[in-house]
């Protein structure tokens, strides 16, 4: 079993910085796939990053490349998800996520754990 707890998320202006923080508690593996994902409202849950525990792996989404990026830090069991040059369509729920599948993740289907979302909201 894995829990996920996400923090950092607020309002912030456009052009903006925010780092949102999911704290791992439970067993996770060299392979287990951390992620975020956000919703926007009236959409569906998108994938924005995600990184093997390993370091190994990482992706991001186009939309978010070059201003977003996400890391780990094993010390802490927790990833994070850096935002730069925030603009108001990042406005979303941001979910962190883990999945031990050992492809696909980029799909929000084969995550099986997810936190209880934070809310970024970026005015222009």
């Known amino acids: 079993?894995?829990?996920?707890?996400?923090?950092?998320?607020?309002?912030?202006?456009?052009?903006?910085?925010?780092k949102l923080s999911c704290t791992i508690?439970?067993?996770?593996?060299?392979?287990?796939?951390?992620?975020?994902?956000?919703q926007r409202p009236g959409n569906q849950r998108e994938f924005v990053a995600?990184?093997?525990w390993n370091g190994g792996n990482t992706r991001h989404?186009?939309?978010?490349?070059?201003?977003?990026?996400?890391?780990?830090?094993?010390?802490?069991?927790?990833?994070?998800?850096s935002m730069?040059?925030?603009k108001p369509e990042d406005t979303?729920?941001?979910?962190?996520?883990?999945?031990h599948a050992l492809s696909g993740v980029t799909l929000a289907r084969q995550y099986t754990y997810w936190g209880q979302g934070t809310q970024v909201t970026v005015s222009s």
């Open 1 to 18: 079993q894995v829990q996920l707890a996400e923090s950092g998320g607020g309002l912030v202006q456009a052009g903006g910085s925010l």
């Open 25 to 38: 508690s439970g067993r996770i593996f060299d392979s287990t796939a951390m992620a975020w994902f956000r």
């Open 50 to 52: 995600a990184l093997r």
């Open 61 to 81: 989404a186009d939309s978010v490349k070059g201003r977003f990026t996400i890391s780990r830090d094993n010390a802490r069991n927790t990833v994070y998800l």
């Open 84 to 86: 730069d040059s925030l």
């Open 92 to 99: 979303a729920v941001y979910y962190c996520a883990a999945s």
